[in-house]
Nanobody, 117 residues
Framework: QVQLVESGGGLVQPGGSLRLSCAAPGSIFSINTMGWFRQAPGKGRELVARIIISGGITIYADSVKGRFTVSRDNAKNTVNLQMNSLKPEDTAVYYC??????????WGKGTLVTVSS
């Protein structure tokens, strides 16, 4: 299984913004869904946002709705997550996820986002 490559994590103050990016290798074909999960300390992994490529349908967790925006750069084969109005409870390791039409999952190793003053 190939791994996705994530970038953009870091330390930010509450109310600030970060932009995460994930590059899918060219070896992955027929991508159905691209998105982001996160795992906070002591918590399970949860869906943050995803985009269904066909039609550009987006889905967001209630906790991030209105603050986060997921988008895809088709030319670069990447998925991005723009995170605004960040809260301390957004602190987590964020994982990129890709699902192809065979229902096979691909994951990144995670990028840490810390929201703290």
């Amino acid at each position: 299984q190939v791994q996705l490559v994530e970038s953009g994590g870091g330390l930010v103050q509450p109310g600030g913004s970060l932009r995460l990016s994930c590059a899918a290798p060219g070896s992955i074909f027929s991508i159905n869904t691209m998105g982001w999960f996160r795992q906070a300390p002591g918590k399970g992994r949860e869906l943050v946002a995803r985009i269904i490529i066909s039609g550009g349908i987006t889905i967001y967790a209630d906790s991030v709705k209105g603050r986060f925006t997921v988008s895809r750069d088709n030319a670069k084969n990447t998925v991005n997550l723009q995170m605004n109005s960040l809260k301390p409870e957004d602190t987590a390791v964020y994982y990129c996820n890709v699902i192809d039409f065979r229902k096979m999952n691909y994951w990144g190793k995670g990028t840490l986002v810390t929201v703290s003053s």
